[in-house]
C-alpha cells in the first residue's frame, strides 16, 4: 500500500478524474507558500498573540491574492513585476506656492502590464 493516499471530501461522487486533477494542481498551493517571503521581501516575523497571528496571516493571504493577480493579468512572475516597478519613483516637491512633480519615465512594458492590472486592455 506504499504510495496509496486516502481523500475525505464533502463532494458527493467525485470521479477519479476529478481527483487526479485536483491532485495534481496542489503544486500551485504549495508554490505561492514557497515564494511568498522571499519574493515579497517579507521578513520572519514571531507572533505570540492570536490577533497579531490572525492579523499577520491576513496580511499573507492578502499579499498572495494580489500576487496572483499581478501574474495573471499581465504574464509576468511577482519576481519579475517586483523588480522591474522597484527602481521607478514620483515625487511631489512643493515650494511656497509652487509644486513640482518628478518622474521616471516608465517603459511600454510596464506601462502595459500596469493597464493590464487595472483590468485595461
Do not use: C
Request: charged content about 20%.
Amino acid at each position: 500500500m506504499a504510495g496509496w493516499k486516502a481523500y475525505a471530501t464533502n463532494i458527493g461522487s467525485p470521479t477519479a478524474e476529478f481527483v487526479i486533477g485536483t491532485y495534481r494542481n496542489l503544486w500551485k498551493i504549495e508554490q505561492s507558500f514557497r515564494m511568498s517571503k522571499h519574493d515579497l521581501a517579507a521578513r520572519p516575523i514571531y507572533h505570540r498573540l492570536r490577533d497579531s497571528i490572525e492579523a499577520h496571516l491576513s496580511i499573507v493571504f492578502a499579499a498572495l491574492a494580489i500576487t496572483r493577480v499581478i501574474e495573471t493579468r499581465t504574464g509576468w512572475s511577482i519576481r519579475k513585476f517586483v523588480t522591474t516597478t522597484r527602481r521607478y519613483r514620483a515625487i511631489t516637491i512643493t515650494a511656497g506656492e509652487h509644486t513640482i512633480n518628478a518622474a521616471d519615465p516608465i517603459p511600454a512594458d510596464l506601462q502595459a502590464a500596469i493597464t493590464a492590472i487595472r483590468g485595461g486592455h
